[in-house]
């Protein structure tokens, strides 16, 4: 089993910035965590993905938030971290950590991130 648990969301002003955390515990034999990823789901709308890292660390991210936000892992400590700059009032979300195993994905419970204009 893998949990996760988010932290460092917050409300914050336009412009400003905050870096989210994602700590993965394991137990049991399930093997590596694979691919990682930080998704977001606004009110009244479906979850989307943010961006992803795989175990390598490659990135990906979603056109909204390309040259804004920065995905980062360390597999050692099996962490991941979100860090967002110049926030904008649509990127108001609860964020929600992200991990695949070769067996299922596991789902943290959400931070919430409001972004006043």
């Known amino acids: 089993q893998v949990q996760l648990v988010e932290s460092g969301g917050g409300l914050v002003q336009a412009g400003g910035s905050l870096r989210l955390s994602c700590a993965a515990s394991?137990?049991?034999?399930?093997?590596?965590?694979?691919?990682m990823a930080w998704y977001r789901q606004a009110s009244g709308k479906q979850r989307e993905l943010v961006a992803s890292?795989?175990?390598?660390?490659?990135?990906n991210y979603a056109d909204s938030v390309k040259g804004r936000f920065t995905i980062s892992r360390d597999n050692a400590k099996n962490t991941m971290d979100l860090q967002m700059n110049n926030l904008k009032p649509e990127d108001t979300a609860v964020y929600y950590c992200?991990?695949?195993?070769?067996?299922?994905?596991?789902w943290g419970q959400g931070t919430q991130v409001s972004v006043s204009s």
């Open positions: 394991r137990s049991g034999n399930i093997g590596n965590i694979n691919t």
């Open positions: 992200n991990a695949a195993t070769m067996i299922r994905l596991y």
């Open positions: 890292i795989s175990r390598g660390g490659n990135t």
